[in-house]
């Protein structure tokens, strides 16, 4: 079976890549429009954006991961969001139907149902609050739209919260790393559940869905349980690395206070900065979601929460002298 990832050069991709070449049976290809560091060997450059690109690329394949996405917070233009998450979309869907491939596992995300909703399931209304989050809603009404004139394809799309592991630089990291350096802060009372995903995890649950569900049109939102609180984070972190943890707290209103003050200096600098009101409303927010769907369809994850947190705290704090 060959298998496209596109966008694989990235965290989630490199490690979905990392686990199928590991597996007999599965060859892998890789296109992005950046080269990988870890897999040169499997990566074609190729941009969603160029639609003529990925026909030729998706020759000979039969399943097609779309990992591809403009994600981060502060991504200008805005534009791109749509440009890259929705016209992108449209151009992969184009270039599987001219390649009469008629598999997809698409990565969206939970932020289609917005900040503070009370553990919402895959049947939860879709109120996305930032443009990423209506971006990837865009593109999941894309595929619904499709899926309805193309009844006999196979598409899985996949929800995941905010993902962590090795080598990942988002905003777990970027709380990991405060608290391996003594410099972190809580921001309200710290009793906000965050369901998250470990990397490893969620590659696994690719290649679930490449294996075993091969009809029909499913969404799956993905979480690692238990949630979390902030709080049970910061504890599990303050022990794995045997650091004390400071037991200042700032109010959650003064948080945002900062957080506009950056928004303001990062807007006359042109410059990005760690902390911004977007952060400090994600960092207080209450991000918990049902992941039942995911625990009844026969899956189960090669790692705890616990394991998860333990394997990215080693390798990026303790084997690198951090």
Partial sequence: MKIAIIGGSGFIGTNVI?????????????????????FAEVTRIADVLDRETIVKGLEGVDVVVLLAAEHQDNVHPISLYYDVNVEGMRNVLYAMDQNAIKRLIFTSSVAIYGLNKDNPDESFPADPFNHYGKSKWEAELL???????????????????VVFGEGNRGNVFNLLNQIASSRFMMIGAGKNQKSMSYVGNVAAFIFFLIKNNMEGYGVYNYVDKPDFTTNDIVYNTGKVLNKPISSLRVPYWAGMLGGYAFDILAFVTRKKFAVSSVRVRKFCAVTKYDATKVGTSGFVAPFTMEEGLERTLVAEFMEKGS
């Fill in 18 to 38: 990392r686990l199928l070449k590991g597996i007999e049976g599965y060859e892998v290809l890789n296109l992005d429009k950046r080269e990988s560091t870890a």
């Fill in 143 to 161: 595929l619904q739209d499709w899926y309805k004139r193309h009844a006999d394809w196979n598409i899985s799309i996949i929800r995941p919260t």
